[in-house]
T-cell receptor, first 118, second 113 residues
Framework: DTGVSQDPRHKITKRGQNVTFRCDPI?????LYWYRQTLGQGPEFLTY????????KSRLLSDRFSAERPKGSFSTLEIQRTEQGDSAMYLC????????????????FGSGTRLTVV | AQSVSQHNHHVILSEAASLELGCNYS??????LFWYVQYPGQHLQLLLK??????LVKGIKGFEAEFIKSKFSFNLRKPSVQWSDTAEYFC???????????FGTGTRLQVFP
């Protein structure tokens, strides 16, 4: 499978617990993106990496959220002290770097991790 | 800041009807434009994109979109829809000086046989 993989597919957690999601991008893609999608909304940008460097983080992202991509391959997104408002689908996408970048290639999305905070 | 507006939240059509989904963006500079589709239970897939050149872009499954710069629009069209086109459709914009896509809220399309 050469697509973007996300694990787990579903996560139910109690409010206040910490959760961590993993994303494995397409191997030759240098850029990796995290988005969040709630019901009735489009994907909302959270953060992105070029190799292991985190280049941008949304101002909407609270300090409870942290993302890493330590070796420039897979990435993890951690949410500390989860709240009910964190319930959403968390999407990972990847893109190659090249002339035109995102404009030429667009993103390839994974299937997402659905988080439910109870 | 960039933003995307999709005016049609829910569209219901019969098979063979023509489709046009509106998308307008807000950004003064050069942009790349995208339409993504999400079939029930599946992940977001790229339908088509505009990067440069001919403003009429053809994508997969008979879809096309036209970039009208003066109207800041990138409407999606299909002359004859099929039941299998039932899905959610998202328009997205990328400002050329950034690497992130900004998505609209999506349009849910239901096609009845």
């Amino acid at each position: 499978d050469t697509g973007v993989s996300q694990d787990p597919r579903h996560k139910i957690t109690k409010r206040g617990q910490n959760v961590t999601f993993r994303c494995d991008p397409i191997s030759e893609h240098n850029r990796l993106y995290w988005y969040r999608q709630t019901l009735g909304q489009g994907p909302e940008f959270l953060t992105y990496f070029q190799n292991e460097a985190q280049l941008e983080k949304s101002r909407l992202l609270s300090d409870r959220f942290s993302a890493e991509r330590p070796k420039g391959s897979f990435s993890t997104l951690e949410i500390q002290r989860t709240e009910q408002g964190d319930s959403a689908m968390y999407l990972c996408a990847s893109s190659p770097i090249g002339t035109g970048g995102v404009g030429v290639y667009g993103y390839t999305f994974g299937s997402g991790t659905r988080l439910t905070v109870v | 800041a960039q933003s995307v507006s999709q005016h049609n939240h829910h569209v219901i059509l019969s098979e063979a009807a023509s489709l046009e989904l509106g998308c307008n963006y807000s950004y003064g500079g050069t942009v790349n434009l995208f339409w993504y589709v999400q079939y029930p239970g599946q992940h977001l897939q790229l339908l088509l994109k505009y990067f440069s050149g001919d403003p009429l872009v053809k994508g997969i499954k008979g879809f096309e979109a036209e970039f009208i710069k003066s109207k800041f629009s990138f409407n999606l069209r299909k002359p004859s829809v099929q039941w299998s086109d039932t899905a959610e459709y998202f328009c997205a914009v990328n400002a050329r000086n950034t690497d992130k896509l900004i998505f609209g809220t999506g349009t849910r399309l239901q096609v009845f046989p």
